[in-house]
């Protein structure tokens, strides 16, 4: 797992350690030392913690204007035990919607399991976009079922062409423009 990077390519456009609204001002990341682990196994020092023990982020790109911004993860999404949702909600969610973002892209290819709990957190941060949405982006499979079992596409899109989006291919505005397309024709 520690060769698993979070996605470097728009570093130019944004840095949430250099951005001064961002939950991560600041945060400082090794470019060579391995401290991080999830179940005994190290990952790359460029990933950011949310204070979980199994699941980490990288918020790749924010655009106050436009109220957006992509979130990066690699782990273990675990609600029921470390009840990661709380966490992501408390720590990063929640200062970004007081910032104004309203539309969430959610990266999860690096997203190995999850274990659900109950749906009260989705359903807050999902009331809290009221305007915007909350998008799940190249989930595996087996991690969209379990999503699912918990009634969790009720406040999170995933499915169809967000299960395969090539994502990096482009631009960080670009893709929020295709996956908003993507969502306003789902949404009618």
Known sequence: MHTLEPHYAWLEQYQASEDPRSPLFEAENSLDTYTNT???????????SLDSDTLYLKILFVDYE?????IEFIG???DAIENDIMLLKRNIVDL???????????????VFNFHG??????????????????????FQDHVIRE?????????????????????????????????DGLLQRRLG
Do not use: C
């Not at 005994?40 to 460029?46: K, L, N, T």
């Not at 109950?118 to 909350?134: A, L, M, N, Q, R």
């Open 117 to 138: 709990s109950d749906d009260s957190y989705y359903e807050e941060w999902f009331e809290d976009v009221e305007d915007g949405w909350i998008a799940a982006v190249n």
């Open 38 to 48: 999830i179940y005994g196994y190290y990952i790359h020092p460029q990933w950011d």
């Open 66 to 70: 436009l109220g957006t911004a992509v």
């Open 76 to 78: 273990e999404w675990n």
């Open 147 to 179: 999503m699912r079992q918990y009634n969790l596409d009720s406040y999170v899109n995933f499915g169809g062409q967000l299960d395969e989006l090539p994502w990096r291919t482009y631009p960080p505005r670009k893709l929020v423009e295709v996956v």
């Open 96 to 110: 970004m919607t007081h910032e104004g973002i309203r539309k969430f892209i959610l990266i999860g290819e690096n």
